[in-house]
């Protein structure tokens, strides 16, 4: 496996049709619009590739706040679902802690629907703390 920064368009639909798996509400010309338009702000995306296929796939944005200092937010983490449990996220969240550090970043944060058991089973495994509640109003 070898993780990979998006660079170029090549790969957009690849990528697109992964975080479908996550982002359903969207189809693969209304995903890469939204990929397009986030990445004027600073989204940017990271890929782990098998030998032939691009199998887990994160949207991450490089932030500054009081709170955390320098850090990567993950916004979307999805590994494809014929290849979960193969060591692709965990790859993926291991390759994120190095850039991390790399870049000068102090922490790694996201945040994880409540109802996903299995990936908090996973985030805490990878020593993800779960830090605070997220609140949010959704129907303005």
Same mark, same amino acid.
């Given at each position: 496996m070898q993780a990979y920064l998006l660079n170029s368009d090549s790969e957009l639909d690849a990528i697109g049709n992964i975080l479908l *798996?996550?982002?359903?509400q969207y189809d693969l010309t209304s995903i890469k619009k939204q990929i397009k338009f986030q990445q004027e702000k600073g989204y940017q995306i990271a890929y782990v590739k098998d030998k032939q296929n691009i199998i887990c796939v994160a949207g991450f944005v490089i932030g500054h706040k009081l709170a955390w200092g320098k850090h @990567?937010? @993950?916004?979307?983490?999805?590994?494809?679902?014929t290849h979960r449990s193969t060591g692709a996220g965990a790859f993926l969240i291991d390759w994120f802690k190095a850039y991390a550090k790399e870049i000068g970043c102090q922490q790694l944060?996201?945040?994880?629907? @409540? *109802?996903?058991?299995?990936a908090h089973r996973f985030y805490l495994r990878k020593r993800f703390n779960i830090a605070s509640h997220h609140f949010s109003i959704t129907e303005l």
């Open positions: *798996q996550l982002r359903p @990567i937010y @993950i916004d979307d983490l999805v590994t494809d679902e944060h996201l945040d994880s629907g @409540i *109802q996903k058991f299995p």
